[in-house]
């Protein structure tokens, strides 16, 4: 008679749900810091005529980038 241990591969495919949800939260992290970055590299090219057509001043750049500006 053969037995065989089937709650071995449930610790290594945990292992490995784990190591991908670091590796999501990681390109995560990298995808959102290129979209501020792009973001203000974007709003600072535009002359203040250009912002204020928008509703924006150049100090109001940083709080569009970290989300915390108010329309």
Do not use: P, Q
């Amino acid at each position: 008679m053969a037995a065989f241990d089937t709650r071995a591969g449930y610790v290594s495919s945990s292992f490995y749900g784990r190591v991908g949800a670091v590796l999501a939260n990681i390109y995560s992290a990298i995808v959102g810091w290129n979209d501020a970055r792009m973001t203000r590299k974007t709003l600072s090219s535009l002359s203040d005529r250009e912002l204020d057509d928008i509703g924006l001043v150049r100090g109001d750049i940083d709080l569009v980038v970290a989300g915390r500006h108010r329309s």
